[in-house]
């Protein structure tokens, strides 16, 4: 890789063979909106709404498919430009509902956000529209191609990060959709429901079933943590809103992962999270059948009955199992109470198993 | 990772997920990846597909990693050590070892090189089941293209010759020179999200935090000191499969479990349930009510990952924060609150305010965690070792020498499986996961689209086989082996080889474990969960 020296809007930039006028740009901080590419994802030039005017070229390029070279000079934000990018928004918008008081994606659609940027209320195209109806008969996530712009990132996301290949566009023109071979269900289809195309989708096409009127994209709050899962150890985002954990997604370029989760990281935690059967109290036996209790009573009972039996059979009577799902923590404080506390090595856990 | 510590000096990933994608070749054996490791699966797909890297699977199962392979070798199951043994007996015989790294850095290869000399192609096709032209197109392979990393799971450990599958691939891995280099090594995937942590922070019968031995007088005499105690016990306690045997003998009386489900995920579940059933007193910290807690005395009601703070370690050695999202249901608490509280009752007071002021503790008394900070992992995660607070972590292991000085060649024959199938238990049944469930699904097991997907137990057969039995995808049959039975659906699949049969042991309803062999390895006292013989009877 050799270094390149460009312009971009009359800054000089230094940047590297290989890479595109958007990528220069964005590691340059200037923003080129864009839709279909994704820094994930190979770029595909198929939204235009990325494109720049080169000096001394005619057309307008799709600055996500653009390499750079030495001495390119491009502009990201004349007249010419945003004239185009109004008409491609325009034109998405003329087949695109407007039903951004329910949708999930309020918020954090890409395409919300432009067109707020460039001051599209509506479409000035009139004509007709898709009616591809929702599919949500299938677990974790919906599909809405109504509201699907067509720009591929799902498909690039399945084939090239996931190596799947499940879904890819059929028909042509108008007609054009996302979808399995033969229009297959998901899973049939080879589907692992590992939601990276969800994750990719600008607009609110798919959507975690989950999050459905949970709370909006501002309210939730959003912690980065580890993964309960596997011994991977992806990095997650928990959405969580009232107390409740409504989305799982994985933040982009962060961590062992990337971005990309499986089923369990994504779709499989806030279930049991929050799960009405998660204990809440202390039990205790009581005639053979466990019941609630208080803290206090609980381990008052633990305390006496682990007194009474080391007393009795010495601490080599008592075990313990600790836990590779606890933390360090809890597995380092649980090790010491067995030796310092109990006064037995007597501890594992299910690293064998 | 008792044959790892062994081999060469530490018990873990010698190098780190990231470098996976740059290998030239990958040696994947024990692990159906996809399923088990999703994310890492990503990463050598991603060798393949976008760097050319060369994929051997070796797996009794044609996984869906297969798909990416240049060679897959379905060996017989437990036959891994005569299969590596063929593969060592090729290199060497075709001059493909790195003498000059086998000179500098390891010791006692004539004694192994001894062994593998009775190991020609042929012979292991013959145990096996692998033809011989595929033995020696794989050695050729793995020994001549570098870097060349080898990736394994449970289905090299859970065996009763766990420790020696290790010693062998350690042998490998070594004989290529392929230890301490980037892009290489000998990779455990570890299957739940902190079993590193927990090994490190000494939740073994044999060690203190970072491996520091019970045995060794003055370590005893350092953490006794800084836990302010007179002494600590000296002898090396009990494993989980020990402390049940001593728990049906009558010598061990209570059992203190946190967060584990011992009553499902046991090998030869019966036996592990009347050791449940014999004990005086049995104390549960869990976020369920799980098999094992129903049995208990005392349910404690514990905060789980998403509700509390502190560390994980994962698979590559890497610990990264663990942040608080939302407040634990009702009254549950955080396990680390438990233990203090429990502790300061029993009249040794443990007032840590946070999870933080544990960790402080912990990294003034384990070297390889020594120079990590809470304020450091706020931006990523740090591999161990990082022996002090300017230390970047350590990408690869064993890079200019092994932990123990210099790498340990083992000589190893096979031995077998435990069992082998007879006219009375004709097929294989192997064990293991699938990707829509987790262990014994406490966790995965409360997800509708999870469960709607795989929500019912199965057990995989060959089309062969299932057309000789006259059984029918979808159908209820009876498997048995010399220590139980169960009712299980069958789903017919080539995934598995004639004379082999599969079932997850995700589930209460089908426990499979009722089924699986408690015989254990001889160091590593690993369970030989992964093979036993079965039969399959049409009801």
């Known amino acids: 890789m050799s270094k390149v020296k460009m312009k971009i809007d009359e800054k000089v930039i230094e940047t590297e063979s290989g890479k595109t006028v958007l990528q220069a740009a964005t590691q340059a901080g200037i923003e080129i909106p864009h839709l279909c590419y994704h820094p994930r994802l190979p770029g595909t030039g198929a939204c235009r709404l990325c494109v720049v005017e080169v000096k001394g070229a005619r057309a307008l390029a799709a600055s996500c498919v653009l390499p750079v070279s030495e001495n390119l000079e491009v502009y990201t934000n004349t007249e010419r430009v945003r004239k185009a990018r109004r008409l491609v928004l325009d034109l998405l918008l003329s087949n695109h509902p407007l039903d951004c008081l329910t949708c999930e994606m309020a918020g954090r659609c890409d395409l919300q956000r432009y067109a707020y940027e460039l001051g599209i209320k509506e479409t000035s195209f009139k004509g007709e529209k898709t009616n591809f109806g929702v599919r949500e008969r299938e677990p974790f996530f919906l599909r809405d191609y109504d509201k699907c712009i067509l720009c591929g990132r799902c498909v690039s996301a399945c084939a090239e990060v996931r190596h799947r290949y499940v879904i890819d566009f059929s028909h042509r023109g108008f007609a054009t959709r996302i979808t399995t071979p033969y229009d297959l269900p998901l899973l049939e289809g080879g589907c692992e429901f590992c939601g990276e195309c969800v994750q990719v989708c600008p607009v609110g096409a798919l959507v975690e079933k989950g999050r459905i009127q949970k709370g909006r994209n501002w309210e939730t709050k959003r912690t980065q943590t580890i993964c309960p899962y596997c011994g991977v150890g992806c990095t997650l985002e928990l959405h969580t809103y009232k107390n409740r954990i409504v989305n799982v997604t994985a933040p982009e370029g962060v961590g062992v992962n990337r971005g990309s989760l499986c089923v369990k990281g994504r779709f499989g935690i806030a279930e049991f999270v929050n799960s009405p059967k998660r204990l809440k109290k202390p039990l205790v036996r009581k005639n053979g059948k466990l019941v609630e209790t208080s803290w206090k009573n609980a381990l008052k009972m633990v305390a006496a009955r682990l007194k009474e039996i080391k007393e009795r059979y010495g601490a080599q009577s008592i075990g313990f199992f600790s836990s590779a799902k606890c933390t360090n923590e809890e597995n380092y404080l649980l090790q010491k109470f067995a030796r310092a506390v109990i006064g037995t090595n007597n501890i594992e856990h299910c690293a064998r198993l | ?539």
Request: net charge neutral; glycine share 8%.
């Open chain 2, 1 to 539: 990772m008792a044959g790892l510590a062994t081999s060469l000096g530490s018990g873990a990933m010698t190098n780190s997920i990231d470098e996976i994608e740059f290998a030239k070749v990958l040696f994947v054996i024990g692990s159906n990846t996809t399923e088990c490791h999703p994310v890492v699966a990503l990463k050598i797909k991603d060798a393949v597909s976008k760097h050319g890297a060369k994929l051997i699977v070796a797996d009794p199962r044609k996984t869906e990693l297969c798909d990416f392979a240049t060679l897959h070798l379905q060996h017989k199951p437990g036959t891994d050590v005569a299969l590596i043994n063929g593969l060592l007996n090729v290199i060497l015989s075709e001059n493909l070892h790195n003498k000059p790294y086998i000179d500098e850095r390891t010791e006692g290869f004539e004694e192994m090189a001894k062994v593998v000399a009775n190991y020609p192609p042929e012979r292991v096709e013959k145990i096996t089941g692998v033809p011989k032209e595929k033995i020696v197109e794989a050695a050729r392979t793995y020994a001549t293209l570098k870097p060349a990393s080898i990736i394994y799971c449970m289905g090299i450990t859970q065996h009763r010759t766990g420790t020696d599958n290790v010693f062998s691939l350690a042998n490998l891995a070594m004989v290529t020179g392929n230890i301490g280099v980037e892009s290489g090594g000998l990779n455990p995937l570890r299957g739940q999200n902190n079993v590193q942590g927990a090994c490190d922070m000494g939740a073994l019968p044999n060690v203190l935090t970072a491996y520091q031995r019970v045995d060794d007088p003055a370590l005893r005499e350092k953490f006794a000191r800084a836990w302010q105690v007179n002494s600590l016990p000296d002898r090396p306690g009990l494993t989980i499969s020990e402390m049940l045997n001593a728990a049906t003998k009558g010598s061990l009386k209570s059992l203190f479990i946190m967060g584990e489900n011992p009553a499902l995920s046991e090998a030869n579940l019966n036996h592990a349930r009347e050791a449940l059933k014999k004990l005086e007193f049995i104390v549960v910290q869990d976020i369920f009510l799980t098999e094992t807690a129903q049995m208990a005395d005392v349910v404690l009601p514990a905060a789980c990952f998403a509700e509390k703070e502190g560390t994980f370690t994962n698979t590559e050695r890497r610990v990264q924060l663990v942040r608080k999202a939302l407040e634990p249901p009702g009254e549950a608490l955080p396990d680390w609150q438990i233990i203090a509280k429990l502790s300061t009752l029993l009249g040794y007071p443990m007032r840590y305010k946070n999870a933080e002021q544990i960790f402080k503790e912990i990294v003034k008394l384990t070297p390889s965690y020594a120079g990590i900070t809470y304020k450091r992992l706020e931006n990523g995660g740090i591999q161990w070792p990082c022996p002090d607070k300017n230390h970047p972590g350590t990408k690869i292991l064993h890079k200019e020498r092994f932990a123990r000085g210099k790498g340990r060649f083992h000589p190893i024959e096979y031995l077998g499986p435990a069992e082998t199938p007879d006219s009375e238990y004709p097929f294989y049944l192997m064990t293991g996961r699938v990707l829509w469930q987790f262990h014994t699904s406490t966790m995965s097991g409360q997800v509708d689209g999870l469960n709607q997907i795989a929500g019912e137990p199965f057990v995989q057969v060959n089309p062969q086989d299932a057309a000789d039995l006259g059984i029918s995808d979808g159908e209820t049959v009876r498997v048995s082996t010399r220590r139980g039975e169960l009712l299980i659906k069958v789903k017919i699949t080539p995934m598995v080889d004639k004379g082999s049969i599969f079932a997850p042991f995700h589930y209460s309803k089908a426990p499979v474990n009722l089924l699986t062999s408690d015989a254990l390895d001889s160091i590593a006292k690993i369970p030989g969960l992964k093979v036993c013989a079965a039969s399959i009877t049409k009801l």
